[in-house]
């Protein structure tokens, strides 16, 4: 479709896109999406027969017709309002914040992040570039890429594990094929040699021997005698074409490669969580937000709404906010809980002390933005992430827009203490920080032909205060939570024993709207 000029007789004509991309610049991504729904660009409200472009694996069965007010728009809010909007509820989100998504945040240049007892931050990444500030990475089998799918997001892979990265630990820089390749071959001339003399023959039968001494020789590489003394995994200072290559120089000892302390580094992909592969919506992970958003209704979404009372009735609630108040048949608390501790209600002295229970953690990132994709050029890196023992614990390389000429890494994605170290910097100081330890590894270049940076500290968003939080224990707390309070639910990844991720807050805001729905079913 061509685009339809708008303009006032005087001078050029502004086109739609360049009205919006303005409107963007000016007051960011919600009040262009406004602006779209003005213009007729974009969905104002919610359609009752919305049906989605594949089929998802869960619906609510049977028709609601009850008013459900959603206190918090971020992942679990929105995906409560989603499913309940299909079944035929008429829901109304409380945003405290300025935007929908919570800690689903992509920066893109022109938007403008604030920060509690801090400077804002005017991000100014080049044309097409993004900074996953929030999450970033999806493993297959979570519910969130049942969502993209039936959303009709496109994803591609993250690449969360890369043999060319590096792993840094004691002051010393290894790639983490060799790192894996030394520690592996130890391990398994360890094993193998007292398989061999026999230690293990209380344990194993001959077959049972043969087998595992078989196994070993493989999994670590070891010569004829069981020996580990170094092998090509470990990789070349000129890799094999018309020669047969340079090996890089012979391994340490055992007492060298264990005194390396690389044994986290690599096997950070083990867990369940991790294992490779993984995925993320193309351009940027709020792909998701977007969507969602278009599927619920904006103008179901109220932002700037920040909560102050919660009252459960007899035959509703009422929500008192900064705008003013709302009256509905159920809620769904999908804050924080450290936040919602802090607003008066009549819930009951057992629910403020479960709110209460679960301690809010520190997390922080910052994207550099390089005009110049040195990693992918000179380190032969594309995607992955160096594990490092210093305090901004990873380095992330992209994993997208592959030779183009500039890009962005994630120069520290850490938590708790570190992250807290950070966040009491200024963005400036920050920055400084990163590059000064980022050249601990890479060298020079890494402080070079820096374009821009973003960084942001979690502890410090005023609506959410926290990366993420922890449960001393899964207790009675926990499970107190998981059922109603009267006609108030709760949601969130914390309520999950996926914290931290998307699909906790997915699986968690399905888990409420379901309880939610069967209890409207069964009403008179």
């Given at each position: ?323 003013g108040s709302v ?62 023992d210093l305090d ?69 968003q005023e609506h ?61």
């Amino acid at each position: 479709m061509g685009e339809a000029p708008v303009g006032d007789g005087k001078g050029a004509a502004l086109t739609r896109r360049g009205l919006l991309v303005g409107i963007g610049a000016a007051g960011g991504a919600g009040a262009m999406y406004a602006a779209m729904g003005a213009l007729g660009l974009a969905p104002s409200a919610q359609s009752k027969e919305f049906t989605a472009p594949r089929q998802g694996d869960f619906t609510l069965r049977g028709k609601g017709s009850a008013k459900v007010v959603i206190l918090g728009a971020g992942v679990a809010g929105l995906t409560a309002a989603y499913e309940l909007g299909k079944a035929g509820y008429d829901c109304t989100l409380l945003e405290a914040g300025q935007r929908a998504g919570g800690r689903n945040l992509t920066l893109r240049g022109g938007d403008r992040l604030t920060e509690l007892n801090g400077p804002a931050q005017q991000v100014t990444l080049g044309e097409g570039g993004y900074f996953n500030a929030g999450p970033a990475r999806i493993a297959p089998w979570m519910v969130t890429l049942d969502y993209c799918r039936e959303l009709g997001i496109p994803i591609e892979t993250f690449v969360n594990n890369n043999a060319a990265a590096y792993v840094h630990t004691n002051g010393r820089t290894t790639r983490a094929r060799t790192a894996r390749a030394d520690m592996y071959g130890y391990v398994a001339e360890l094993l193998a040699k007292a398989t061999d003399l026999g230690a293990l023959d209380k344990t194993l039968t001959k077959d049972d021997r043969d087998g595992l001494l078989e196994f070993l020789r493989r999994f670590g590489d070891l010569g004829p005698k069981l020996d580990y003394e170094g092998s090509d995994r470990r990789g070349f200072t000129k890799f094999p074409a018309l020669d047969a290559g340079t090996p890089i120089p012979a391994p340490g000892t055992l007492h060298q490669v264990l005194a390396a302390g690389t044994g986290r580094a690599i096997t950070n992909d083990f867990g369940y969580e991790q294992a490779t592969p993984m995925f993320q919506p193309v351009g940027g992970m709020d792909a998701i937000v977007t969507r969602l958003q278009e599927a619920v209704g904006q103008d179901r979404i109220r932002t700037g709404a920040k909560v102050t009372k919660i009252t459960t009735l007899d035959d509703g609630v009422e929500v008192v906010h900064t705008g003013g108040s709302v009256k509905a048949d159920y809620c769904v608390a999908a804050l924080p809980p450290h936040l919602l501790a802090k607003i008066p209600h009549n819930l009951g002295p057992q629910i403020s002390a479960a709110l209460a229970t679960p301690v809010p953690i520190a997390a922080g990132k910052i994207g550099l933005e390089y005009g110049r994709r040195w990693w992918e050029l000179e380190d032969r890196i594309y995607g992955g992430a160096t594990e490092t023992d210093l305090d901004i614990t990873h380095i992330w390389y992209p994993s997208h827009g592959y030779h183009s000429e500039r890009g962005l890494l994630v120069g520290y994605y850490n938590t708790e203490h570190e992250a807290e170290l950070y966040g009491a910097l200024t963005p400036e100081d920050r920055r400084r920080r990163a590059l000064t330890q980022g050249k601990k590894i890479h060298g020079e270049k890494y402080r070079q032909n820096v374009l821009s940076s973003v960084s942001i500290a979690w502890e410090r968003q005023e609506h959410i205060q926290g990366g993420w939080v922890r449960w001393p224990a899964f207790d009675s707390s926990f499970t107190l939570l998981q059922r109603p309070a009267g006609r108030v639910y709760f949601a969130g990844d914390w309520l999950t024993h996926l914290i931290a991720w998307q699909a906790g807050a997915m699986e968690s805001a399905r888990g409420a709207v379901t309880q939610l729905h069967q209890r409207v079913l069964q009403s008179p």
